[in-house]
């Protein structure tokens, strides 16, 4: 089970950073990433970070802006994100894909809207 958390209203370039927390797993064999989705658009990738060694990745619209990282002793993924702008408006999803898969999600969390005003 995946809780997403701290979402908000914020103005644009401020910061927020959201939290996910995993329960009921071996959340330091998942690999963990974080979508979005905008009224009216489809879900979109937006960063990730593997089990085995915390490499991370992100899309190009946010790449210097967030950044993912995640504590196993918590068993919490994190979201930073800084410098927002308007068009980072959605609700933002956690994500989690056991080792044994190296493509996909197969748990997601409820989602956590985060509005940017410009």
Not at 26 to 46: D, H, N
């Amino acid at each position: 089970q995946l809780q997403a958390s701290g979402g908000g209203l914020v103005q644009a370039g401020g910061s927020l950073r959201l939290s996910c927390a995993a329960s009921g797993r071996t959340f330091s064999f998942y690999s963990m990433g974080w979508f979005r989705q905008a009224p009216g658009k489809e879900r979109e990738f937006v960063a990730a970070i593997t089990w085995r060694d915390s490499s991370t990745n992100y899309a190009d619209s946010v790449k210097g802006r967030f950044t993912i990282s995640r504590d196993n002793t918590k068993n919490t993924v994190y979201l930073q994100m800084n410098s927002l702008k308007p068009e980072d408006t959605a609700v933002y999803y956690c994500a989690a894909r056991p080792s044994s898969k190296h493509a996909g999600y197969d748990y997601w969390g409820q989602g956590t809207l985060v509005t940017v005003s410009s």
